[in-house]
Structures are given as C-alpha cells and as structure tokens.
C-alpha cells in the first residue's frame, strides 16, 4: 500500500526538525504541522483541520506531553493510527507510548525510504484484513493448573500440521511455560526477546522470533526467566495476535492456570476458546468455576469446547454426573495412557508416538472439529449468499461433538 493520497497530521516536539521527516512522505501528500503542545491544546480543532489518515508524533524526550497527545487522539479518533517518530533512544519511552495507544514506534533518524516503508506497513495493518478474515485464534484455558492445557495445545497444534494447516503456538504461561519442554524443541528466541526488540513490530519480524517444530508448527516460547514476564504488556500482546492471525492458519494460545490480564487479553481477542479439565473433584470444581466466569463475561457455553483428560479414571464420578455439574458435556474426552508421559518425557506429543491410541485420536478428532469449523467460516466469508445454509442447520454441529465424544 502505497502512501500516496494519504493525509498526515505531523506534531513535532520543539527541537526536533521536521525536514527529514518530510523527505519520506510524498511530495504532493497533503501535511498538516503543529506543535506538541499546540496538538494537546487544541486537539479536536487540529483533527478537524487535519483529517488526517495516519498521526506521526515527533518527539526526543520522554515527553508527557507526547503521551497525552497519543492518548487524546486515541479517545477522538480510535480508527486514526498513531505512530511515535523518536529521535534517539526510546527506552523507557516505548511501553508508555504503545500504552497510551500509539500503533508503532520508529527510531530516527532513519532514511527516508525506510521510514516510507515503515509507514506504509502501519497503514496495511490498519487497512488490512478486516476481522472477520482473520485466521481462528484458540485460548486453551483452565482455572488449574496440571489439568493438560500444554498437552491439548502441543497435541492440537502437531495434529493440525499433520493436516496441512499452519498452525502457531503462543505460549503465554510467561513464568513457567512448558510448551518448549512438551515439543522437545529449544527457547533460542522467546516473547520476551520480541517485546524488547524495539522496532516496527510486522509479520516478517515476528516470524523471525518462532521457533519451528518438526512438524512443521510454530511456537513462540515463553520467557526464559520469570522477571522477564514484565516486558510483556497487553498492547503488545494484542499487536502480536493480530500479526500472527494475518500469516497462519490458526493460532494457538497456552495460557497460565488464571484469569490474569495476559490471559483476559487473550479470550478479548479469541475466535475459540476451549477449556482443559480433569476427571477429579478438585478439578471439575475449577472448571465449573472457570465456566461461570467465561459465563459472566458474556461467552455461551455451547461456544465453548471442553476438553476432558484421564477422562476413563474410576473415580466415582459418572459422565452424566459430570455433565450436571458442569452445565455442559464435554466435546472430547481424552483416555487415560501410558503413552503420554512416556511421549512427554522425549519431548513429544502422543500424536506423534502413539497415533492410534485413544489419547491421540482425541486430539485429532478436535483438530478436525477446528479444520471443519475454519472452512464453514471460510466459506461464509467468500460466499455470504451460502453464510446462513453454512450457520442455519444446528444438528451437523451437535452431530460433531457427538462423534468427538465417542472417540
């Protein structure tokens, strides 16, 4: 996308000169110049005068008048990207500015097609796709821990590689992730090296930050040490879902046994979620738990998978006594088998080890559920006279989960 016909609203912090800045803008481009101080002032009137499709804030110091800027903008013109030109070095600068709103930071000086480039890339994902192509973003939830949402993520992801998809894991338990561990694979790059990479965050680079299964899945891993889960903040997080639902096929999501901020991020931004849960008291309690909130925070139940481990364990617990607790019956129960820890232990999945056992037919069988799910959506989107014979009939879907639980 070219920047041509553009407009531009440019705010400058006094002392930073605008030439260079100008030099990568096109020279018939309409360019609206103002103050900082002028643009904090007198925002709405400026916005007016501008209507501009893209804000570039220039700035050298840790201005708060920058920040309020960004966030005055933001509150007026939503749908406006916002981008931080910063001369020199912005640490320290950059997370309050990806706070307050802005959609990139761009260190200067820079030459100016470089910074043209890097402009046209924050107006492409503005303009991009638009929500409803986006790829299916799965969050593997579970109020508790060592219920198998590592195992249903790494297992969903190798099987629907097996399929031909491309699928990206995000591991997201920031402190104690484990999803590097579940798929033998080593942290040579991980969200927190991401996060504080600096830079225009696009496709390309946070490509370059995945690490690649043999399966032909992609991970981004966890942080190695547990103080680096404070370089991972929600805006950034938002900014990386969005990224990786552009390029894959679908996206995975492993997330920490709690409603934390991270994890409320990532059900805001989710197409799917599906909850992990064990056949035990303790566990089913959390679940039911779990279930409530997502309740309360307006998901309906039947949107939800549930996925049920050990789900053959003679506990004195009958299925229908689990559905009545609940309020839902699982969608896949998942056998109880040597196989996993066996597959865990050599840093694969059971997927892979034992394909035919009870355990890995259950994961694929929830592979397919999404395969199909994606498809119907595909389908929808590229056809809207065939949307609702897609979404009218219930009973395919019921027959579905029906089917997924017989395996």
Request: proline fraction near 7%.
């Amino acid at each position: 996308m070219s920047l041509v016909g553009a407009r531009f609203l440019l705010l400058l912090e006094p002392g930073l000169e605008g030439g260079p800045i100008r030099a990568a803008l096109p020279p018939t481009a309409p360019v609206h110049v103002a103050e900082l101080a002028d643009g904090l002032a007198r925002a709405s009137q400026v916005l007016d005068e501008a209507r501009p499709d893209i804000v570039l804030v220039g700035c050298w110091s840790h201005s708060e008048p920058a920040l309020g800027v960004i966030r005055d903008i933001v509150a007026r013109r939503a749908d406006t990207p916002i981008v931080v030109l910063y001369q020199g070095n912005p640490n320290g600068f950059m997370d309050p500015a990806f706070d307050a709103g802005a959609d990139d930071l761009i260190t200067l000086p820079a030459p100016p097609t470089q910074l043209a480039f890097s402009l046209e890339k924050v107006l492409v994902r503005r303009r991009g796709p638009a929500q409803g192509a986006l790829s299916p973003l799965i969050a593997i939830l579970g109020p508790k821990g060592g219920t198998g949402k590592t195992l249903t993520a790494c297992n969903l992801a190798v099987a629907l590689a097996a399929r031909h998809a491309r699928p990206v894991v995000v591991d997201l338990d920031l402190q104690f992730g484990d999803v590097g561990l579940a798929l033998g694979i080593r942290p040579t790059r991980t969200i927190y090296d991401l996060a504080v990479s600096g830079g225009t965050l696009d496709g390309e680079k946070v490509d370059s930050y995945l690490v690649e299964h043999e399966s032909g899945a992609r991970v981004l891993m966890a942080p190695i040490r547990p103080d680096q889960a404070a370089a991972v903040n929600i805006s950034f997080l938002r900014r990386v879902f969005e990224i990786l639902r552009s390029s894959y096929d679908f996206v995975i999501v492993d997330t920490p046994p709690a409603f934390t901020p991270e994890v409320i991020a990532s059900i805001d931004a989710s197409s799917d979620l599906c909850v992990v849960g064990m056949l035990d008291a303790l566990s089913l309690k959390d679940t039911k738990i779990g279930l409530e909130t997502l309740s309360q925070m307006g998901y309906e139940l039947d949107a939800i998978r549930l996925v049920l481990n050990r789900a053959d364990t003679s506990v004195g617990i009958a299925q229908h006594e689990v559905e009545h607790l609940l309020g839902k019956a699982p969608d896949v129960l998942v056998p109880s088998d040597r196989a996993i820890p066996r597959a865990i232990t050599d840093g694969q999945t059971v997927v892979e080890t034992a394909p035919r056992s009870g355990a890995a037919r259950a994961f694929v069988g929830l592979a397919e559920y999404y395969l199909a799910e994606s498809k119907a959506a595909r389908a929808a989107a590229e056809a809207p006279a065939a949307s609702a014979i897609a979404t009218e009939p219930s009973a395919p879907a019921d027959r579905r989960r029906t089917l997924l639980r017989r395996r």
